[in-house]
T-cell receptor, first 111, second 115 residues
Framework: EAGVAQSPRYKIIEKRQSVAFWCNPI?????LYWYQQILGQGPKLLIQ????????DSQLPKDRFSAERLKGVDSTLKIQPAKLEDSAVYLC?????????FGPGTRLTVL | DQQVKQNSPSLSVQEGRISILNCDYT??????FLWYKKYPAEGPTFLIS?????DKNEDGRFTVFLNKSAKHLSLHIVPSQPGDSAVYFC??????????????FGKGTLLTVNP
């Protein structure tokens, strides 16, 4: 069974530029999550989708972050414009129930 | 407000001995707990979980213990192997029906198993 796929694995941009991350969840998993993990911290939930609807986006900085999950499968997370403090690993996860399965993450560096 | 706390940033043990990783939580609404292992440049990998209706769950070398009254859980690895060296995250969720199981993570504990 294929795991959660994410791309790109690494991205370096300058502040005020925009960036997008892509995630393909495990086949059949209705729930998809995006997390931000800052160095030395645990992952922090940004947004949760159930199929193509948003369940929880209370921690998403909506002035600069946006996410969508068209057709209830793949998802993209966008940051526009990026700030220095957005430097982090962005993790995508999917689940059927309690257990979430994570992709390898995208390491974003904002200069 | 850190609802899930892993107070030991690091732990070092000898190969073959027991590793005990600890986790405390403050939210009494949490009813499901998970441990994840993370290697550098990889995403977290699910290790073991426990529901609040149990006090112990075992899977091979890994055992998780839950003390609800103390709001404390621990992960025991016996025997520890060098390949177990990784960052271990404790996570908690409060089921609200359906698939809405939002996870709250601790900051992680770096385990080093010395040969």
């Amino acid at each position: 069974e294929a795991g959660v796929a994410q791309s790109p694995r690494y991205k370096i941009i300058e502040k005020r530029q925009s960036v997008a991350f892509w995630c393909n969840p495990i086949s059949g998993h209705a729930t998809l999550y995006w997390y931000q993990q800052i160095l030395g911290q645990g992952p922090k939930l940004l947004i949760q989708f159930q199929n193509n609807g948003v369940v929880d986006d209370s921690q998403l900085p909506k002035d600069r972050f946006s996410a969508e999950r068209l057709k209830g499968v793949d998802s993209t997370l966008k940051i526009q414009p990026a700030k220095l403090e957005d430097s982090a690993v962005y993790l995508c996860a999917s689940s059927l129930g309690h257990t979430q399965y994570f992709g390898p993450g995208t390491r974003l560096t904002v200069l | 407000d850190q609802q899930v706390k892993q107070n030991s940033p690091s732990l070092s043990v000898q190969e073959g001995r027991i590793s005990i990783l600890n986790c405390d939580y403050t939210n009494s609404m949490f009813d499901y707990f998970l441990w994840y292992k993370k290697y550098p440049a990889e995403g977290p990998t699910f290790l073991i979980s426990i529901s609040s209706i149990k006090d112990k769950n075992e899977d091979g070398r890994f055992t998780v213990f839950l003390n609800k009254s103390a709001k404390h859980l621990s992960l025991h690895i016996v025997p520890s192997q060098p390949g177990d060296s990784a960052v271990y995250f404790c996570a908690a969720s409060k089921g609200s029906g359906g698939s809405n199981y939002k996870l709250t993570f601790g900051k992680g504990t770096l385990l080093t198993v010395n040969p």
